[in-house]
């Protein structure tokens, strides 16, 4: 199969920044890329790197846009390197069936619950209940943001205000020291199990530590920043991580290579955004609907933090040069 290869550059401003322990973030960066092969059958595809979570700048992806042929082949879309993680993603994606079309209204992905997520900070407190009222049972909160007694005092208000029947997960971006963490499970164990996971409670260098952690506590951890492409998730597995994988298909790599390694090892996985439009997000979502397992929420509830598109966006942006 031969393709027809066009991309553009997408951004899209946060309607509030996105705040987590690595910092600020307040414009995600995309490329959209456009197959269309001999059948004149159009197919698209995201490119959104997340560059401090350990895959490639949008730079560098760029730059791999950039000095692609304009016709390309399956073929040299099987061969784009690791360290290229979410392009493979795009590209792959892009060419397997039942991707994205501009004028699907059938949105799949029909047995997924989704997580809600929460805004850093106190701002939690009053942001719940929209979420709630839209259908959300599961919610992720931020934390190793502020000051750790500050969290823990918000964290009891948040605790007691959640109706009984809602699960809350934690995500420290890998931010906390070791007696942090501790002190997380402690409190999060008083309340178990309505504490679903800590996600990445320290940083991708604390393997051991991490491991220890969860022999300790009644809590689960998730690791999420570890393991953030395939290379990572098979250190990980290997080294004899049991608990909860997070994968964010967006920057993990190849699709094909990640539905493998699931067929291999059944682990315990959840599926993460990287703040994708609809087209890495249907990919995504495609993916969790056929390898999620235990019923986790998916960390898909995301549009909240993004302006609704306009219906033609794709469109227009395809006018622009
Ligand atoms: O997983 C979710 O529930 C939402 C997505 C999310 O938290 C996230 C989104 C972009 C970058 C990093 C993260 C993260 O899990 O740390
Ligand atoms: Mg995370």
Request: charged share 20%.
């Amino acid at each position: 199969m031969i393709y027809q290869f066009s991309f553009r550059y997408f951004s899209q401003k946060f309607t509030k920044p996105m705040i987590t322990n690595h910092g600020i973030w307040e414009i995600r960066e995309s490329i959209i890329i456009r197959l269309i092969d001999e059948k004149d059958d159009v197919s698209w595809g995201e490119i959104s790197p997340i560059s401090w979570f350990g895959s490639e700048t949008i730079k560098q992806a760029l730059d791999f846009c950039y000095q692609l042929p304009q016709t390309i082949t399956k073929e040299i879309i099987f061969a784009i390197p690791d360290k290229l993680p979410a392009c493979q993603f795009a590209f792959e994606s892009s060419t397997h069936p039942g991707g994205f079309r501009l004028c699907s209204s059938e949105l799949q992905s029909p047995n997924l619950t989704y997580s809600g997520l929460l805004p850093a900070g106190k701002s939690a407190l009053n942001q719940w209940s929209n979420l709630w009222e839209q259908g959300y049972k599961t919610f992720k909160w931020k934390i190793g943001v502020n000051e750790i007694n500050q969290e823990l005092e918000i964290f009891d208000l948040l605790i007691s205000s959640l109706p009984t029947s809602a699960k809350l997960r934690l995500d420290a971006n890998g931010g906390l020291t070791y007696q942090q963490a501790k002190l997380w499970l402690k409190k999060c164990d008083q309340f178990s199990p309505k504490i679903e996971f800590i996600e990445q409670p320290l940083s991708v260098d604390k393997f051991t530590e991490m491991q220890e952690l969860s022999n300790l506590y009644l809590t689960p951890i998730a690791l999420d920043e570890s393991i953030a492409n395939l290379h990572q998730l098979e250190s990980c597995f290997q080294q004899g991580w049991r608990g909860i994988f997070v994968i964010k298909p967006g920057i993990f790599g190849s699709p094909s290579q990640l539905r493998e390694f699931c067929k291999q090892h059944q682990i315990d996985i959840v599926f993460s955004s990287v703040f994708e439009t609809e087209i890495g997000r249907q990919a995504s979502l495609q993916l969790a609907a056929k390898l999620s397992t235990n019923n986790r929420a998916v960390g898909f509830g995301i549009n909240h933090f993004f302006q609704q598109q306009e219906a033609n966006w794709l469109e227009s942006l395809w006018k622009t040069f």
